[in-house]
C-alpha cells in the first residue's frame, strides 16, 4: 500500500506537469504556484497545519519545481459536510463520518467510487474513542458504566453537528450488552450526567481543559494533542470501545472546477503515504490500515476489544438506525426528558 501511495502521488504530479500543455504555456509563463482548499472536520487541524501542509508543500515543491497555498478550513464534520455540499468549494474534504462523505456524492461533488479510488476504503487514518480524565483519575473511571455514576459530571458534543459526537455515543451503544433498549439504557445513564455538549469534538475537550466536568468522551487522537501543547490530563481506554473510521476524498466537481484535480489527488496520496501516516501518527492517530493495536509504540495503548462500524452494518445503516431525527435508537434518548430516560434505566 505504501508503495501505492507513493506511485499515486508521482503519478498525479506527472499529471499536474502536463495537463497544461504548449497552448497555455505562453499564458501562464508568470505562474509559478499552486492553490489547494481542504473541508477538514476539528480533529486534524495541528496535524495538518504543524506538519502535514508544510510537508505536502515541500513535496510538492520538489517534484513540480512549484509553490503552492493549502488553505484549510475546519468544523464539525457534519457541519463542514453541509458547508461543502451549500457551497464551500473545497477540493478535498477530511470528515469524522463515511456517511458525511456519501451526503457529498449524493449533492453530486464526489464520485460513488471514492472509497476505491483513495485506496484503503477511502480512510486517511484512525482514531479510538476514549475517556479523558483529570490527572490521577481522581474518579477512578475505568469504563463507559462509570460515567453514569451519580456525581461523575460528562462532556461529550452535540451529535446533531458533531461527527466525533455520533461515533462517541456509538462506542457507548456498542459497548453495552443486550438489545436495543438495553443498549439504550446505557446511552441514557451517561448522557442524564452530560453538562455541557459543544458543537464540536475540540470544543468539547477545550471545555474540559478549562476545567468544565470530571470527564469527556473524545477521540484518542485528541488527547495527544492536547499533551504536545503542554496540557496534562490523563485517558482511558475502555475494554470495549469504537474505532473511529477517518475518511477522505477528492471533491470532484469543485477540483475539476478549479483545474486542481492533480493537486488535491496528490494530496489525498501524500495522507496515505508512508510519510504522511508517520507524521499523522505523531498527533496521535493510529494507522489508517493494519492492526489497530501497536506493541511497539508506547504512546498507544492496547484497545482491548474494539469494534467498528462495519460490526453494526456500516454508516449507511447506523445513521438511519440510531440517529436519525426522530427514529433512531439513540436520537430517542437524546430527545427524551430525563424522567423519560428514567423508565429505561
Not at 499564458?27 to 486534524?44: F, M, N, R
Not at 464551500?88 to 456517511?99: G, K, N, P, R, T
Request: hydrophobic share 45%; aromatic share 8%; charged share 25%.
Amino acid at each position: 500500500m505504501r508503495g501505492l501511495a507513493r506511485g499515486l502521488f508521482a503519478s498525479v504530479v506527472l499529471l499536474s506537469a502536463s495537463a497544461c500543455g504548449v497552448g497555455c504555456r505562453a499564458a501562464k509563463a508568470e505562474d509559478t504556484g499552486d492553490t489547494l482548499i481542504v473541508g477538514a472536520y476539528s480533529a486534524p487541524r495541528e496535524a495538518f497545519e504543524e506538519a502535514v501542509i508544510p510537508a505536502f508543500r515541500a513535496a510538492w515543491r520538489r517534484q513540480t519545481g512549484r509553490d503552492i497555498v493549502v488553505r484549510a478550513s475546519y468544523l464539525g464534520s457534519g457541519a463542514q459536510a453541509r458547508a461543502i455540499a451549500q457551497g464551500f468549494e473545497a477540493d478535498v474534504a477530511v470528515l469524522a463520518l463515511d456517511s458525511d462523505v456519501d451526503k457529498l456524492v449524493k449533492a453530486a461533488l464526489v464520485a460513488p467510487d471514492w472509497r476505491a479510488r483513495t485506496g484503503g476504503a477511502g480512510l486517511m487514518a484512525r482514531s479510538l474513542v476514549v475517556i479523558a480524565v483529570r490527572s490521577g483519575n481522581p474518579k477512578g473511571i475505568a469504563d463507559w458504566a462509570d460515567l453514569g455514576r451519580p456525581g461523575v459530571e460528562v462532556l461529550t458534543p452535540n451529535p446533531r453537528t458533531s461527527g466525533g459526537a455520533m461515533w462517541n455515543l456509538l462506542a457507548v451503544y456498542g459497548s453495552a450488552a443486550g438489545d436495543v433498549k438495553a443498549k439504550s439504557a446505557a446511552v441514557a445513564r451517561v448522557l442524564d450526567n452530560v453538562i455541557v455538549m459543544d458543537k464540536a469534538a475540540r470544543e468539547s475537550l477545550v471545555s474540559f481543559e478549562r476545567g468544565i466536568g470530571d470527564a469527556a468522551i473524545t477521540y484518542e487522537q485528541e488527547v495527544h494533542v492536547a499533551r504536545r501543547a503542554g496540557r496534562h490530563y490523563d485517558y482511558v481506554v475502555p475494554p470495549a470501545t469504537a474505532v473511529i473510521d477517518v475518511p477522505m476524498a477528492t471533491v470532484d466537481r469543485y477540483a475539476d472546477a478549479h483545474g486542481r484535480r492533480a493537486v488535491a489527488e496528490a494530496f489525498v496520496a501524500f495522507l496515505r503515504s508512508r510519510q504522511g501516516q508517520a507524521l499523522l501518527g505523531g498527533f496521535g492517530f493510529r494507522p489508517a490500515t493494519g492492526p489497530i493495536d501497536l506493541p511497539g509504540d508506547a504512546r498507544f495503548p492496547a484497545a482491548g476489544h474494539p469494534f467498528t462500524a462495519a460490526d453494526f452494518g456500516g454508516w449507511k445503516k447506523i445513521a438511519p438506525g440510531l440517529f436519525a431525527p426522530d427514529t433512531g435508537a439513540i436520537t430517542r434518548v437524546l430527545d427524551a426528558t430525563r424522567e423519560d430516560r428514567e423508565a429505561l434505566r
